[in-house]
Each structure stands twice: as C-alpha cells, then as structure tokens.
C-alpha cells in the first residue's frame, strides 16, 4: 500500500520560499502511471489544489498560484517537492502531499486518492 | 478561491437519508465529472465517489452521487454516527488550462 509524508519546516518568514517534500514509500515515482499532486487547507477553511507534476516532470499548476509554485521531482529519492516564494500570512496552511491516477474519471482525468497526512505550515515573522 | 458551491451544513439522525448539492459552472462541473470526499476530524481527505457516482473500493454503497448540468449531490442513506465529517465535491476546470477546484464543503452532523 503506497504511504506518503510530507515534511519541511512548520514555519516560515514572510516574503521567504515554503519548501516541502513529499516521501513516497511502497510504490515508485518513476514506474508511471500517476500524478503526484499538492494540495492544502487554510485553517478551519476549504481545499485549495496548488497542483501536480507526472513523474516525466510535466507540471499543471493552479493558475492562482502559478507565478509563485515550483512542483519537482526527485526519483533518485522517490520524492516529489514544493516550493512557494513570496509567502505572506495568508500561506498560513495545512499542505497535503497527494497520489492521482488509480481511479480514471471520464472526463480524462485522475482525481488525487492517496493523501499524505499533511503538515502544518505558519507564516509569520 | 472555491468556484463550486456547498451549503455550510446538513444534518440528520441516525438511519435518514442526506443529501449535498454543489453548484459550479458550465467549465467545471458542466463539461467535467465531479468527484467527492469525505474528511473526518483531524485526518486527511479520503475519495468517497469518482466520475459523478463511482466508488472506490471499500466505499459503502450507502454514499451516492449524482450530476446534472452544473450541479451534482451527493446522497448518504442510512445515515451513521461514523459518516459525521465534512464533505467536499471537487471537478476539474477548463477556464484557464487545466485546474482542479474543490466546493466549500459541508458539515454533516448526525443528531
């Protein structure tokens, strides 16, 4: 059964890059086949989806956040990761680290299934 | 930045049927399928209905969900203690590239 975690640091200063990383255990990145996505949740408040990078290292990005996101991939490691410059409070954040692409939805698309358990990320000074 | 659209809340007693609506527009939900999950208290999202009505495996079959145009519900029959959680609906987006979007969620709370 595929496990993700993520992991980084739980607070970062204002006007600073949030970077995070996601572990993949029981299954590989670079076997293909799935979209490894990031996505978070402002506290007490909804989902917001940043994006997701194929393991090839094409990259679809929430167009919100587009000029601030980076999606990596590492398969040497079997990771994947986040960077997020230019953060302010409103970065404040749970991050999930998220598999897409065992269950196709007719539209042509794979909706993220497997979610890590998410990080706590706080933005102040 | 949620583009689909949930009431806050629904509730019901134990055994009862609910039912979730989630409204979104003709470039998500009206030319895209949505997909719903399920999140418990201080745990990750968990994919309750893919495609507009599929289950992953070992979703009861008491979740359903349904679309028409650009709208979709989702449907809880005998209603439990465990399914007290908050709902999501999420589609793909076809306005600017491709994105996903998710509704604003909905608390369900058993009586």
């Known amino acids: 059964q595929v496990q993700l975690q993520e992991s980084g640091p739980g607070l970062v200063k204002p006007s600073q890059t949030l970077s995070l990383t996601c572990t993949v255990s029981?299954?590989?990145?670079?076997?293909?086949?799935?979209?490894w996505s990031w996505i978070r949740q402002h506290p007490g408040k909804g989902l917001e989806w940043i994006g997701y990078?194929?393991?090839?290292?094409?990259?679809y990005y929430n167009p919100s956040l587009k000029s601030r996101v980076t999606i990596s991939v590492d398969t040497s490691k079997n990771q994947f990761s986040l960077k997020l410059s230019s953060v302010t409070a409103a970065d404040t954040a749970v991050y999930y680290c998220?598999?897409?692409?065992?269950?196709?939805?007719?539209?042509?698309?794979?909706?993220?299934?497997?979610w890590g358990q998410g990080t706590l990320v706080t933005v102040s000074s | 930045q949620s583009v689909l659209t949930q009431p806050p809340s629904a509730s019901g007693t134990p055994g009862q049927r609910v039912t979730i609506s989630c409204s979104g527009s003709?470039?998500?939900?009206?030319?895209?399928?949505v997909n719903w999950y399920q999140q418990l208290p201080g745990t990750a999202p968990k994919l309750l209905i893919y495609?507009?009505?599929q289950r992953p495996s070992g979703v009861p079959d008491r979740f359903s969900g349904s679309k028409s145009g650009t709208s979709a519900s989702l449907a809880i029959s005998g209603l439990q203690s465990e399914d007290e959680a908050d709902y999501y609906c999420?589609?793909?987006?076809?306005?600017?590239?491709?994105?996903?979007?998710f509704g604003t969620g909905t608390k369900v709370t058993v009586l």
């Open positions: 029981g299954g590989s990145i670079s076997s293909g086949g799935y979209y």
């Open positions: 495609s507009n009505n």
């Open positions: 990078i194929y393991y090839s290292g094409s990259t």
């Open positions: 003709s470039s998500n939900i009206g030319s895209n399928t």
């Open positions: 999420a589609a793909w987006d076809d306005s600017l590239n491709v994105f996903y979007v």
């Open positions: 998220a598999r897409a692409g065992d269950y196709y939805d007719s539209s042509g698309y794979y909706p993220p299934n497997y």
